[in-house]
Structures are given as C-alpha cells and as structure tokens.
C-alpha cells in the first residue's frame, strides 16, 4: 500500500488503515510498524510491541486519557518560543500503559537549554490528568516547524 493514508497531526505518523469505524477507548497506534493490518483488522491476535495498553486493540483513535494528557501539554510552554509543546508540534507520541505514561518528544534545538525544565513540565501536566508515572523519552530527530499543526504561529509562512 502507498503513504497516501491520513497523519496524525500530534504524532506525524500514518493512521492504521485497519477498521476506521471502529473508533473507541484505544491506544494510539505503539508504533508506527506496530500493526502489521490484518484484513480483519481489530484482534487479529498478535499483540502489538509489547502490548502498551491492549483495551482496543486496531483502534485508530486516541484514548480519552490520551487526549487528556495532551490537553494538559497545552499548558507547558516553551520558554524561548513562547508556544505550547502542542502547538510547536514537539510530542510525538502519549502511550498510556497500566502504571505508566511515556510521551516521546523531540525539542526544537539539538542540546536545548531548556529541555530539563520542559521535561518536568511534561510529567507534571501528565500527571495531573492521568495519576502515575510519566516517563519522557527525548527523541534524536530534528524538528521543523513544518512539524506544527499550524507553522504560521511562529509568524511567517511556510
């Protein structure tokens, strides 16, 4: 199959193209590889990596304490930009699992000075929505502002 499926705007990834009506209380897609879409689409049986959090397995659409959580992140602010996380199009991925939230992030800038306190700020907005651990993985890429739901906050065009 080609790329031409619809992307996540908070995650860049493709939507699973198993079963678009069946939208419900699921994760997120794991990863973008994570569901191989089986014809049959929802349980086709093998988990995905590591089975992050299975209440829907094939669903397409973010949990409700996934959408919380980034409902939260609207608040934490990058210091330099003046812009939510959200906005400037830094989270990459919210997974809820039992016990634990893990959100992958990139930062604007290789070796950002402020990726200590936007790493806290992170945890603390999940935490609030959601009560248990976040853990805050930093992703290597690079980011671009065409990476944001909408690039002319920054003030130009892209």
């Not at 935490?127 to 976040?134: F, L, R």
């Amino acid at each position: 199959m080609s790329d031409e499926r619809p992307v996540n705007p908070h995650t860049g990834q493709p939507l699973p193209a198993e079963a678009p009506a069946a939208r419900g209380a699921g994760e997120l897609a794991a990863t973008p590889a994570a569901t191989p879409a089986a014809p049959g689409g929802a349980a086709a049986g093998a988990p995905t990596a590591g089975a992050e959090a299975s209440p829907a397995p094939g669903s397409a659409a973010p949990s409700q304490q996934e959408l919380a959580v980034r409902s939260a992140l609207e608040t934490v602010m990058d210091p330099e930009i003046g812009l939510s996380v959200i906005d400037l199009g830094l989270i990459r991925e919210v997974l809820i699992q039992p016990g634990r939230t893990q959100v992958r992030m990139l930062l604007t800038t290789p070796f950002c000075p402020y990726a200590p306190q936007l790493v806290e700020d992170i945890k603390l907005a999940a935490k609030s929505v959601v009560d248990q651990d976040c853990d805050v993985e930093i992703m290597p890429d690079p980011w671009s502002p065409e990476m944001m739901p909408d690039p002319g906050l920054l003030g130009f065009s892209y």
